[in-house]
């Protein structure tokens, strides 16, 4: 059975502090991994992986993908009160159009 | 440009009714799929509509169904509501041989 498992599931840290989410997956036909942040409610778009592209950056997030150990981490660099939300890892398998979502994984930044 | 907009924001229903949740694509968007969100849990894959046809579902009884219209908006139906069906239900949208699917506010529903 497909599995994505996150990891911490929470996490407390200051302003300022570097944090690192992971993602590690069991999946048939791997074909790609995204992360989403969710505030609220919609989830918003922050990164795709796939084999053609194992590494993104935006400003102090970036992310990148093993393939080979299956998992992948997001990054946050000097984080600001605003990172606060729910990190949502999803993965992809060839030929399907669903993603696979983990529990997610709920990041807290102190003043 | 709007993103995709989803009615109504919340919901309170009964044990046995039925609802209708609603969606629209993101302009340009052409494929709308649907999640379940439980507190605490991450979306679970309801099903994808695609050219006005179900081109795959998940792993949920068949109390769950939906459409697709010409304009490509999307329409959620759950049919004997259970205390279990009590979640945030997303739709996302995606266009033709793009991935990346982007998520509307969700609607909230409470069954009691």
């Known amino acids: 059975e497909d599995k994505v498992v996150q990891s911490p599931l929470s996490l407390v840290v200051h302003e300022g ?13 791997f074909r790609s991994l ?6 609220k409610k919609a989830p918003t778009f922050l990164f795709m992986l796939t084999s053609s592209g194992i590494e993104k950056k935006s400003g102090r997030l970036s992310s990148i993908l093993d393939k080979k150990e299956l998992f992948s981490i997001l990054n946050i660099t000097a984080t600001q ?3 606060s939300a729910v990190y949502l890892c999803a993965v ?4 399907t159009y669903k993603y696979i979502f983990g529990t997610g994984t709920r990041l807290k930044v102190l003043a | 440009d709007a993103g995709v907009t989803q009615s109504p924001t919340h919901l309170i229903k009964t ?3 039925q609802v209708t949740l609603r969606c629209s694509p993101k302009s340009g968007h052409d494929t709308v799929s649907w999640y379940q ?5 991450g979306p679970q894959f309801i099903f994808q509509y695609y050219e006005e046809e ?6 949920f009884p068949d109390r769950f169904s939906g459409h ?13 509501l259970l205390l279990g069906d009590s979640a945030l239900y997303l739709c996302a949208s995606s266009a033709t041989r793009q991935e990346t699917q982007y998520f509307g506010p969700g609607t909230r529903l409470l069954v009691l």
């Open chain 2, 15 to 17: 044990r046995g009714q």
């Open chain 2, 54 to 59: 179900e081109r795959q579902r998940g792993n």
């Open chain 1, 17 to 29: 502090d570097t944090v690192t989410l992971n993602c590690s997956y069991e999946v048939t036909n």
């Open chain 2, 68 to 80: 697709q219209f010409p304009n490509y908006s999307s329409e959620l139906n759950v049919n004997a």
């Open chain 1, 92 to 95: 992809v398998r060839s030929g």
């Open chain 2, 37 to 41: 969100q439980a507190l605490g849990q």
């Open chain 1, 81 to 83: 009160t605003g990172d």
């Open chain 1, 34 to 39: 995204l992360w989403y942040k969710q505030e």
